[in-house]
T-cell receptor, first 111, second 111 residues
């Protein structure tokens, strides 16, 4: 069965600094990988997804993620964060018909 | 563009009461799912469906029932509410390999 581990529950970072949010997954078959963002009191929206092809995936708001099959990782990065990036970020893995989410990483951007 | 519509947005139940959370999508997606979101635990899959008449259990199915009589609708039933079911519930729909589209959520409190 698939599982997702987000290695950091909270990540504080100063504005304009780079950030990496880490995600590892386990699965016995090929999977699709996603990152979602949730702003306070809102639903989830898609940041980016990896289905196949290039292992570097670019998403909205300047985020990107790299799929590493050998390390079963899908880490999310942004070279320079803004205050408005403060939110909770969820990594998700989709195998066949099920999508499983990680516990989330709360990104807090400080001025 | 309605997308995924959940009702109600808020609900307070007494222990032992039953209720149904409604979910409807107008995107003709095959796959629909119900998640609950609790602090520090991310989104946990309750039940999912791969098409009309086909449902299966997710990670935390106990205390919940689902059915899928049409492609559009996927209601979630709480048979006998318990305080442990206090949570925010999200319905989502998707197609294979695609992103999940989420409803706005239902905040349920069981007293």
């Amino acid at each position: 069965a698939q599982s997702v581990t987000q290695l950091d529950s909270q990540v504080p970072v100063f504005e304009e600094a780079p950030v990496e949010l880490r995600c590892n997954y386990s699965s016995s078959v090929s999977v699709y990988l996603f990152w979602y963002v949730q702003y306070p009191n809102q639903g989830l929206q898609l940041l980016l997804k990896y289905l196949s092809g290039s292992t570097l995936v670019k998403g909205i708001n300047g985020f990107e993620a790299e799929f590493n099959k050998s390390q079963t990782s899908f880490h999310l990065r942004k070279p320079s964060v803004h205050i408005s990036d403060t939110a909770e970020y969820f990594c998700a893995v989709s195998e066949s018909f099920k999508t499983i989410f990680g516990a989330g990483t709360r990104l807090f951007v400080k001025a | 563009n309605a997308g995924v519509t959940q009702t109600p947005k808020f609900q307070v139940l007494k222990t032992g009461q039953s209720m149904t959370l409604q979910c409807a999508q107008d995107m003709n997606h095959e796959y629909m799912s119900w998640y609950r979101q609790d602090p520090g635990m991310g989104l946990r899959l309750i039940h999912y469906s791969v098409g009309a008449g086909i449902t299966d259990q997710g990670e935390v199915p106990n205390g919940y029932n689902v059915s899928r009589s049409t492609t559009e609708d996927f209601p979630l039933r709480l048979l006998s509410a318990a305080p442990s079911q206090t949570s925010v519930y999200f319905c989502a729909s998707s197609y294979l390999g695609g992103e999940a589209f989420f409803g706005q959520g239902t905040r349920l409190t069981v007293v």
